[in-house]
């Protein structure tokens, strides 16, 4: 029942992850970063990019995967990096934003 509550409590909630990408030993860093940006653009978040880290704002498991993903994917290619995270606690999906997000659908 405990499992139940928690699946609840995650429906209908959003979290925003701070990512900063640091390349190690590359002669192309900003390159390697834009490839992690779209990378990122292709999952189901949304993608503020800043000056020196990447927002995301999404629902928690779909952060946590992208997390995921991106450790992965740069571990499979061998890169060397850095991989900052900071997590905002979960807050409850605004009504209207609920909506948009449906009409996109």
Request: proline content about 5%; aromatic content about 6%; glycine content about 2%.
């Amino acid at each position: 029942m405990a499992n139940n509550d928690s699946k609840e409590r995650k429906e209908g909630m959003t979290t925003i992850a701070q990512i900063t990408y640091i390349p190690l030993y590359t002669d192309h860093p900003k390159e390697k970063v834009q490839d992690l940006i779209e990378f990122v653009a292709q999952h189901d978040v949304e993608v503020d990019i800043n000056y020196l880290s990447t927002s995301v704002k999404g629902e928690p498991d779909v952060i946590f995967e992208l997390i995921r993903d991106i450790y992965e994917t740069m571990t499979l290619e061998k890169e060397v990096f850095r991989l900052h995270v900071e997590l905002l606690s979960p807050t409850e999906l605004d009504p209207a934003e609920e909506l948009e997000s449906d009409d996109e659908e």
